[in-house]
């Protein structure tokens, strides 16, 4: 008998199995109803600790995937587990203890927050929901570390979204983010509304809190460069689907799927329309009009749809 020293694997944080979100298309003008296949048969996991990066083209899926893991748009089929509980069997009270363990960074800070709300108030908000039993004071002093820890002065509390400039305002939503202390984070491209300058700082600050806290991620991006050194693992989107799922590495240094290829080739064009219009010439390109087939393993842990 073999005898393996190596720890066993932590069970996943998140598993999502042959997910798939559809949206009902009207009739229009004498047409039939139908249905839009946003995302179709969708799986993969998460371990504890880990950052998935989940990357794809603008209308590839990530949202509809980010919401569905979180439950905020549920899935159409397919399970979802977090914490080997499966989300879709919880009731309301249930899920909403749930949310304390799951939260989501958005892409527009601005669009998060509330602007008759001031940034301190914001946080402590999630304090009023889920710790009714805190004392102002107690409210007060969590804020103002949390404040501290995303590196932004307690003394701007009182301040209003407009104050702040928009690598602070996504600091704000970080800080309620992390103020239950939850063990999963969605971060739906937190960074790409934000200046190149402080696009770094804000990543830096995301990393310190995974090791500080135990935090996973499911980090979404349009851009498979930027994700290199911030994601363990990397899943691609095309058309609802993911076409290539690899480590890091082994995907930046091997890869396999032409759409894959092509999102690593060129460097971006600055225009976002000249942009678009280079990813949809090279999806049809490169392999027609098709939806891509299953997941092939080419090597450990590398996956790769076959069609
Ligand atoms: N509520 C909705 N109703 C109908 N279609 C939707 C809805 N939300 C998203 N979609 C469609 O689903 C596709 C994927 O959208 P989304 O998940 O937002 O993509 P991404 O985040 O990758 O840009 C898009 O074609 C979008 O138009
Ligand atoms: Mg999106």
């Known amino acids: ?39 179709e048969d969708v799986s993969f996991e998460i371990r504890p600790g880990e950052t998935l990066g989940l990357v794809g083209e603008s209308g590839s899926g990530k ?4 919401r569905a893991v979180t439950m905020l748009n549920p899935p159409t089929s397919g399970t979802v587990a977090f914490e080997g509980t499966d ?10 203890r749930m949310r304390a363990r799951i939260q989501t960074v958005f892409q527009d800070p601005y669009a998060a927050l509330n602007p008759r709300m001031s940034a301190g108030d914001y946080v402590a908000e999630v304090f009023r929901l889920h710790r009714p039993a805190m004392g102002r004071g107690e409210r007060r002093a969590a804020v103002a570390g949390l404040f501290e820890r995303v590196g932004l002065d307690p003394r701007f509390m009182g301040r209003y979204p407009h104050q702040f400039s928009g690598g602070q305002r996504q600091r704000i939503c970080i800080a309620r983010a992390i103020a239950l202390k939850p063990s999963f984070i969605v971060a739906d491209e937190p960074i790409a509304a934000l200046d190149v300058s402080i696009q770094a700082q804000v990543v830096n600050l995301l ?3 995974q090791e500080e806290l135990g935090l996973s991620y499911l980090f979404i991006s349009h851009d498979l460069r930027m994700v290199r050194y911030l ?26 799927h032409p759409y894959t290829r092509r999102l690593l080739s060129a460097v971006p064009l600055p225009d976002p329309v000249a942009e678009r219009a280079r990813l949809a010439v090279a999806g049809a390109e490169s392999f027609g009009e098709g939806r891509p087939g299953d997941l092939v393993a080419v090597a450990p842990g590398h996956w790769v749809a076959d069609g």
């Open 87 to 96: 989300l879709a069997g919880l009731g309301a009270r249930e899920m909403r």
């Open 1 to 39: 008998m073999l005898m393996s020293t190596a720890p066993a694997p932590a069970a996943p944080i998140l598993s999502v199995r042959n997910l798939s979100k559809h949206y009902p298309l009207r009739a229009w003008w004498g047409g039939k109803a139908s249905v839009f296949r946003a995302v």
């Open 207 to 209: 990393q310190d809190l």
């Open 231 to 256: 994601c363990h693992r990397v899943a691609v989107l095309w058309r609802g689907r993911i076409v290539e799922l690899a480590d890091s590495d082994q995907l930046y240094e091997d890869p396999r």
């Open 63 to 66: 949202s509809t995937i980010g």
